[in-house]
């Protein structure tokens, strides 16, 4: 996966603990494309509260890939389509969105084992 571009987070203005993405990016996998635009309301990973001490919601191992997740899912709004080169559109099944979330994860660098606890958390919802 190739993860182009750097968003900009602000907080929800409405509903504490939510952010809303003001500059979009994108993600690439093989011949897919995701296109997180500016408007998705997010709310960064969801680590259970007694994690919260030690981990960072919107930090760089999953700030992106837990936008990711929360665009293909569509927990907080509409649930984003990928598209391949040719215009094609489709949504992800739950499963597969973790499957993009893992590899996010892996393009940012995050270590295996964090990778794996955080894809299983997420398969657990």
């Known amino acids: 996966m190739k993860i182009i571009g750097q968003p900009t987070l602000e907080s929800h203005p409405e509903k504490p603990g939510l ?4 500059k979009g990016f994108r993600a690439v996998r093989g011949n897919w494309t995701l296109r997180i635009e500016p408007g ?8 259970p509260p007694p994690f919260c001490l030690f981990l960072d919601r919107l930090h760089p191992d999953y700030n992106r ?8 899912v569509g927990e907080f709004g509409l649930k984003a389509f990928i598209t391949d080169k040719y215009g094609t559109k489709r949504r992800l ?9 893992r590899e996010a994860m892996k393009a940012e660098g995050a270590p295996k084992v964090k990778r794996r606890l955080f894809y299983h958390a997420v398969m657990l919802k």
Not at 19 to 22: A, D, H, L, P, R
Not at 93 to 101: C, G, I, L, S
């Open 19 to 22: 952010f809303v993405v003001k």
């Open 40 to 47: 998705l309301v997010i709310n960064g990973a969801s680590i």
């Open 65 to 72: 890939p837990s936008i990711i997740h929360d665009a293909l």
């Open 93 to 101: 099944t739950w499963k597969e969105a973790a499957v993009w979330f």
